[in-house]
C-alpha cells in the first residue's frame, strides 16, 4: 500500500517543440517550488523561484539550466522584460515535460 500527501503523476503532461518557450504563470511573477520531470530524456529537477530569481536545487541528470538560450539544456529562468518565470525547450528536439509548482507567494 502506498500513502501520497500529493501524487501528481498522473497529471497531465505538456510537449514542446524544440526553441518553444512556456510561461509558468498567467501572472507575473510568483514565488515558489517549481519541480519538473523530463519525460522524453528522463532527468528531474527542482528549482526554487523568488524575487527574479531561479536557483537550481537538484538536477539529476544535468540537463536543466536557469540561462535563457543555453544550447542543449532545458531552461527555466526569469524574463525581466515580462516579469514572468518561463520554460524553454532549447534541446534540438521535442520534449514532453511533468511540471507541479507550488506557489508560496503570488509576487515575486
Known sequence: MELWSIDAASGSALTMANTFVFQLSDASAFSGLVILNNATDGGGAVFMCS????????DGNSVYSTTKDTASKNNLYYDAGSNEYRL????GGSRTYNIFSIRLRAAS
Request: avoid cysteine.
Open 88 to 91: 524553454q525547450n532549447n534541446t
Open 51 to 58: 524575487g527574479g530569481t531561479v536557483v537550481k536545487m537538484a
